[in-house]
Each structure stands twice: as C-alpha cells, then as structure tokens.
C-alpha cells in the first residue's frame, strides 16, 4: 500500500508550499515565516493571511496527510481570525 503523503515543496527562499490534491476548494497553501497563502480552486487567485502561527499550517499538513478536510479548516481556524489580502 502506498501513503497518500503530501509534498511539501521548500523554495530557493524557504517558503514551504502544499499541493492539496485531496481538496475540492483549495488549491495549495503555502508558508513563509508568518504569512499563509491559499489559492482556491475556483478563482485561482491567492489569498494571504498575515501572522498566522506556523503550527496552524502544519495542522493543514497533517489534516491534507489525514484525508481531512482543508477548507473546512480555514474557513474555521483561520478566516474568522485572520484577514486576507488578495494578491
């Protein structure tokens, strides 16, 4: 059997990225020291949250690891607390 575990892809300036194929509304999330990017599938347009703690992205890890739902976890851990800036 063969884990469905999500890449985690650092870039040349450390930002960590997520691809979450498992996600019907989020494309992929990204982290770099406090801001939270989310591109959502149907607009394609990224969103980032500004000082959002780094273990509120590795939660979206282990929930995107888990099968869980994504969106379901930011529409409740993060947008009630965190304001977007459209990109």
């Known amino acids: 059997e063969v884990e469905n575990t999500p890449e985690i892809s650092p870039n040349i300036s450390g930002v960590r990225t997520l691809k979450t194929p498992n996600s019907s509304a989020i494309q992929e999330i990204s982290w770099d020291n406090g801001d939270l990017k989310v591109v959502y599938k149907s607009s394609n347009i990224p969103y980032t949250y ?31 607390h965190y304001s977007a800036v459209k990109a």
Not at 50 to 76: K, T, W, Y
């Open 50 to 80: 500004p000082d959002v703690p780094e273990h509120l992205f590795l939660d979206l890890v282990e929930i995107e690891q888990n099968g869980g739902s994504v969106g379901s976890f930011i529409a409740r851990q993060i947008k009630p």
